[in-house]
């Protein structure tokens, strides 16, 4: 979150695209941050994204191409990872963009198994709110509080907030000692 993903991701698809190559980017519907048709960085950066319901649907419509992205991967049943491997067997180059870990600092829906799997991969980092270090955590507000721990995992669009944080600010929210003990 905030580390700046979906930009590098983009990127990347513009130089296959100023190559000449078929590139195509994807994002799950759930995501109506921002353009529904598009993927938008927090720093405004944005390209058009064909938004799908799940992985059959994905596959279905990358046929052929060149490049496939997926923006917001942690998003995803975790059918996306054989997804992702059937795209890349059939000849396509895959990249994508998610968060790691979900605001209790899990791993996140699909993650481990793409982390695993990928062959390259870039962690990227944000700043921490607090304290200016470097962010690889994200920490969710309620009213500017720490969320509680057992609170959903994915509420998109929310009144609720987020911050980069760094091991040291983040908060697990006041409910996690009796959670983790259940
Ligand atoms: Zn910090």
Known sequence: MFSGKSEEMIRRLRRAEIAGQRVL??????DDRYAAEHVVSH???RMTAV????????????????VVGIDEVQFFEHTIVDAALSLAASG??????????????????PMPELLARAEFIDKLQAVCHRCGGPATTTQRLVDGRPA??????????????????CRDCHSAGQDSASWLAA
């Open 43 to 45: 720093a405004g950066v």
């Open 148 to 165: 509680p721990y057992s609170g959903e995992t994915i509420v998109v669009g929310a009144l609720d907030s987020y911050e980069a944080r």
């Open 51 to 66: 938004p799908v319901d799940g992985c059959a649907e994905l596959v279905a419509r990358a046929h052929g191409s060149d």
């Open 92 to 109: 396509s180059r895959v990249i994508a963009a998610g968060l790691d870990q979900d605001f209790r600092r899990l791993p996140f829906g």
């Open 25 to 30: 980017l994807f994002k799950p519907r759930i």
